[in-house]
């Protein structure tokens, strides 16, 4: 069969390039995107609409799709766990969504995960992840202030921005990680500090880092126990006991505390002012409800500092915990954990020094 020297010369620049391409991608990370709903795949009513819009309506393969840049810095393939507005999330969708990063991360053609949340939780989510699934791959979460219909959208830059950070090797072992606005933060430090700002997210010990334009730039470390070093697995937890928070004001009274301790609750997270402050009227039914066998953890809702054992408080008499410098919701996150384990104060003391 003749071939002209025309077409010959096409087909092997065609066999050429695609085997450039293939060796390009074969050079390339491959990394999961898991999807749970949240702003970053939410749609407002017009592109003014970056406050007032709904959140988790847009479908995995659709972000990816309307993101062809990820393809420069990683093979990505998307999952949809679930399609979620992170503040309506349960015990049973972290236990799902820990399950399958867990089995993920065990494959050798994964090199890292990409998680899509809600700013709202999205702390809470990657503190539990940082305390349960055993890896040193990078499990990186993403989440957006705006949602992508809206003018000066967030989400595209913070997506790509985690998959180059799931994707790189010197973002291996340093635990659960969140990835907005250029910045790399700690999963377990991270909190959201603002409700409409781009900027919403800091950590009071500092940001682990930047990524700018796909290269990461790190400047700390976290010393906390995490990942592969804790002694938590979520491959052998199946149920998650019930914790509450309970928030300490001004005119607080104990119907809170005392309806909770009836409620059938493992322990009980007091959100107190300042140094995790409790107020006189309310140190009885914090007493009763720890003689009940509840755990008593004493946290403050201070956004920085932490909370100093046996100050405000005589808390070895009372057989009280402190959450150090975890606020209200993570305490509860860590307290959950912990309690799979042991529900002993001291070990408990020990669990939260330590993570």
Do not use: C
Not at 69 to 77: F, G, I, Q, T
Not at 106 to 111: A, G, L
Not at 212 to 238: C, L, Q
Not at 257 to 277: F, T, W
């Amino acid at each position: 069969m003749y071939l002209s020297p025309r077409f010959r010369a096409f087909a092997a620049g065609a066999a050429l390039l695609a085997a450039g391409a293939l060796a390009h991608a074969q050079s390339l990370p491959n990394v999961v995107i898991l999807a749970t709903g949240g702003t970053i795949a939410g749609a407002g009513a017009s592109a003014v609409n970056s406050a007032t819009y709904a959140a988790a309506k847009v479908g995995v393969e659709k972000l990816i799709a309307g993101l062809p840049e990820l393809s420069k810095v990683a093979n990505v393939r998307g999952e949809q766990v679930f399609q979620v507005a992170s503040e309506s999330l349960t015990n049973d969708n972290l236990l799902t969504l820990a399950k399958r990063v867990s089995a993920l991360a065990k494959q050798p053609d994964v090199d890292g995960i990409v998680i899509t949340h809600g700013t709202d939780t999205v702390e809470e989510t990657a503190y539990f992840l940082t305390l349960t699934v055993h890896t040193n791959k990078p499990i990186v979460m993403v989440a957006s202030m705006r949602p992508g219909t809206a003018l000066s959208a967030d989400g595209a830059l913070n997506l790509y921005d985690a998959v180059s950070v799931a994707g790189s090797k010197d973002a291996m072992g340093k635990g659960v990680l969140l990835t907005m606005n250029d910045s790399i933060e700690s999963g377990r430090d991270v909190t959201k500090n603002f409700n409409i700002k781009p900027s919403a997210f800091v950590s009071q010990w500092g940001s682990l880092g930047m990524v700018v334009e796909g290269k990461n730039y790190w400047f700390r470390a976290p010393v906390k126990r995490h990942t592969m070093n804790s002694e938590f697995d979520i491959d052998k937890i199946t149920a998650l006991p019930p914790v509450e928070i309970a928030m300490g004001y001004e005119g607080v009274a104990s119907t809170a505390i005392d309806a909770l301790g009836k409620s059938g609750i493992k322990a009980l997270v007091h959100g107190g002012p300042g140094n995790g402050s409790v107020a006189d009227r309310i140190v009885p039914s914090l007493q009763k409800v720890r003689a009940d066998g509840i755990v008593v953890i004493r946290s403050s809702r201070v956004p920085d500092g932490f909370v100093i054992r046996n100050a405000e408080q005589p808390d070895d008499k009372y057989d009280w915990v402190v959450a150090h410098d975890l606020r209200p919701q993570k305490a509860r996150i860590l307290a959950m954990v912990a309690l799979t384990k042991t529900n002993d104060t001291k070990e408990l003391q020990r669990i939260f020094w330590e993570y």
